[in-house]
């Protein structure tokens, strides 16, 4: 009761810091309301400078710049939704707005939207944020998974390292784990507190999709044999080669950090903005690499849910939300959103640019994924938070732990999957 009292009151107060008086003034000046979630502070730096910028040159158009909560963001648009004050221009990620969409609360985009800006970012992107007919939002920033290695245990080990032209594939990957444990070090920690966006999103490289929609619309869960090689491949080195840690399948990524610095783990499978975190907190002279995840039959490909910009449906200057949103995403202020929270841009042009393309800290490895990534497999799966929350988060948890096995794993996801997912779409 706590935790959700809690909450309710950084949703008002983060409500009421986006419901400052807007809409036209009495000069006739518009003013717009961008809720930004940008948290680190090189990102919030750049959202604040962009905005300035706009305001600077666009004195009939102002811009308030109001910041919001990753860890609230939900509960907060949609009370603002309920209650008509919901801010202009809304920041948030894509596996978040298919509720936000279905119940209107969002302005479909595709008459709104530059022709320059629908081109610069593929259609495979734009597939995160279509629902039915509309675009609900502009993807702009991506992250992929990668894994973060310890330079030195891997040259001193002789293995062989893998870049983006020539991955390990998952068995490789295992094998490679055995070579990299001993003497109280494991060669992976795999971080899976929310195992399950980890566990779809990587099984797209082996073929699997999970979600399947039939041509009346329905969507069913089937755990095939290619969804299977990922999390198999998890179970395997917790608990057959114990070449990873079993400790830290209950953990978040920063948890395992220290560990990692300390030499516990020779690798870490963590998202890409995570360099950022390592390159503060790496003790002096700690060397660090970022390698790709493992491919499978599908090569490199992965699920993601790129970060979005949308434009409330209750706004009454959707067009001048949209040319805001046009100018923060033009390739060069596409590249100081994404150099500043440490992701890469969805943006063709802005994936150009020689920043992105340095040996620093992987830059060049990440950038070199992005042809890979897909649309997440649960992207537009209705019923999926429940789904998610209620039946495969605890079934994997159990699995990975070594508690259940395979067959109980396949039984839980589809069995009690499809009896959720049934209930929303009646």
Partial sequence: MRTRTATLLVSLALLLAGCTDGGDSADGR????????????ESVAAN?????????????????????????????LLTSFEGGEAPDIIHDASDDLADFAHGGYLADLSDLLTERLKADIPQRTWETVTFGDGVYGVPFLQEPRVLIANAGLLRTSGVRIPT???????????????????????????????????????????GGRLFHRGADGRVTVRFEEADQVVPRTIHDQ??????????????????????????????????????????????????????????????????????????????????EAAA?????????????????????????EALKDPALHTSEHGWATGTALAAHLRSAPAQS?????????????PALQEYYSGAIGIGELRGRLEDDGNLVLARYQR
Avoid at 32 to 41: G, N
Avoid at 57 to 66: G, L
Wanted: hydrophobic share 35%; net charge negative; glycine share 8%.
């Fill in 164 to 206: 983006p032209e020539r991955p390990w594939t998952w068995p490789e990957f295992r094998q490679v784990t055995k070579e990299l444990s001993g003497d109280g070090r494991y060669g992976v920690a795999w971080p899976l507190k929310e195992p399950v966006s980890a566990t779809l999103n990587l099984s797209l490289s082996t």
């Fill in 48 to 76: 604040e400078e962009l905005v300035r910028e706009w305001n600077a040159t666009h004195p009939d158009v102002r811009v308030e710049y109001v910041q919001g909560s990753w860890e609230s963001v939900h509960d907060q």
């Fill in 30 to 41: 518009v003013t717009l309301r961008f809720q930004s979630l940008a948290w680190q502070e």
């Fill in 324 to 348: 805001f949103v046009d100018f923060l995403l033009q390739p060069d202020n596409m590249v100081r959103l994404a150099l500043g929270d440490w992701m890469l841009p969805t943006g063709t």
């Fill in 238 to 319: 917790a608990n057959t080669d114990h070449s990873a840690s079993a400790t830290t399948l209950g953990s978040g990524g920063s948890d395992t950090l220290p560990g990692f610095f300390a030499g516990k783990y020779a690798m870490v499978p963590l998202g890409f903005a995570y360099r950022q975190q390592i390159e503060q907190q790496a003790p002096d002279g700690f060397d660090w690499q970022v390698l790709p995840a493992p491919a499978g039959a599908e090569g490199l490909d992965q699920g993601v849910s790129p970060q979005t910009l949308s434009i409330a449906e209750d706004s009454p200057h959707k067009e």
């Fill in 381 to 393: 799966v209705r019923g999926y938070p429940e789904w998610k929350d209620k039946v495969a988060t």
